[in-house]
């Protein structure tokens, strides 16, 4: 089974409708755009044509990671606008329960505590539409990197109520407000390798042993200086990486060449590596030097010379372990 671990939705045109009513404080909050079931699953049929031409069998999908708002106040705009993104992935799997499951983007406004907004929704969207994870923003400010890092107590509330849920977190920003800071090419892989960083320099994993992130885009420059890491941790008295971090710390594939793959195997172990394409998400064109689709991912790792059972792992094995909701799904499901 191929199962993308790293996706994201594709929203109607009602959604871009009502994101611009709340960004410009037109929106009733008591209520949310009346979408079709028409229109929702052309959408649904879209992003499932696509999985069968990649050969996807089940995709994880989430809000887009630079719509969700952290930054823009009102906090309530954030709010409605994750409820909204994350009620439109429940109607996915709905309509598709044997090919989707839903990850869910949370409210966290930047200058309020998690408590207020992002955890409730984090359990609703768990206990009440059925999401095997979420994703979660190291840097809700927007680029500018403002906010405690990820081993301050402060994130402690939702660091419990993950382990609680028995749920991971996948670690992505939002869209950058700052103009020196490329959202998709300099943000999201600079915040990759920030959180590491932030990870190694802890003790998080000793106070949550369950708590499990995923760090998406193959770790963002981590693996490329894994030596630079080891002997960070070394020179700060911290344990080796391997019983420090690489038990509760996840990369997906979502590199976008032959090479890069390649290094992400070689460098690390193959039991925290996850399936991830973020098909159709940052990069959507053609390779020029290889004729096929840059976010293809899966005919990466089907090049790596590894054996068969290290290529089930990571299409398939990690990511039942790492997301047991997802591994009790498919269990019922007969798979």
């Known amino acids: 089974m191929i199962?993308?671990?790293?996706?994201?939705?594709?929203?109607?045109?009602?959604?871009?409708?009502?994101?611009?009513?709340l960004v410009g404080g037109r929106a009733n909050p008591s209520t949310t755009p009346k979408i079709p079931d028409a229109s929702v699953?052309?959408?649904?049929e879209e992003i499932v044509k696509i999985m069968d031409s990649v050969g996807t069998d089940v995709q994880f999908i989430s809000p887009r990671p630079y719509l969700q708002m952290h930054s823009v106040k009102p906090a309530r705009v954030s709010e409605l606008?994750?409820?909204?993104?994350?009620?439109?992935?429940?109607?996915?799997v709905a309509l598709f329960p044997d090919r989707f499951r839903g990850v869910a983007g949370l409210p966290q406004y930047m200058d309020e505590p998690l408590e207020v907004r992002a955890i409730p929704e984090l359990r609703r969207c768990v206990e009440q539409l059925g999401f095997i994870g979420c994703n979660l923003n190291p840097d809700?400010?927007?680029g500018h990197f403002t906010h405690p890092p990820l081993t301050d107590e402060s994130w402690f509330p939702i660091y419990e109520v993950m382990c609680e849920l028995d749920v991971p977190a996948m670690i992505h920003v939002s869209g950058s407000c700052n103009p020196a800071m490329h959202a998709t090419g300099g943000f999201y892989i600079a915040a990759d390798t920030v959180a590491f960083m932030q990870l190694l320099q802890g003790d998080l994993f000793g106070r949550f042993p369950t708590l499990r992130f995923i760090i998406p885009h193959g770790g963002g420059g981590v693996p490329f200086h894994w030596g630079r890491y080891r002997g960070l941790a070394?020179?700060?008295?911290?344990?080796?990486l391997d019983t420090h971090l690489m038990n509760n710390v996840f990369f997906d594939t979502c590199v976008y060449h032959q090479p890069g793959v390649d290094l992400l195997a070689e460098v690390i172990e193959t039991k925290n590596i996850l399936f991830g394409s973020e098909m159709v998400g940052a990069v959507r064109g053609i390779d020029p030097t290889t004729g096929h689709y840059f976010d293809d991912t899966k005919r990466y790792v089907d090049a790596l010379p590894i054996d068969t059972a290290a290529k089930?792992?990571?299409?398939?094995?990690?990511?039942?372990?790492?997301?047991?909701?997802?591994?009790?799904?498919?269990?019922?499901?007969?798979?």
């Open 234 to 240: 070394d020179m700060l008295k911290q344990p080796s």
């Open 81 to 92: 606008w994750s409820r909204h993104c994350n009620d439109l992935i429940a109607r996915f």
């Open 3 to 21: 199962i993308d671990s790293h996706a994201h939705i594709v929203m109607p045109p009602e959604s871009f409708r009502y994101m611009a009513e």
């Open 312 to 335: 089930h792992a990571i299409f398939e094995g990690n990511a039942r372990r790492v997301f047991p909701r997802l591994d009790a799904k498919l269990k019922a499901q007969g798979r």
């Open 41 to 44: 699953r052309k959408m649904a």
């Open 140 to 142: 809700p400010g927007g």
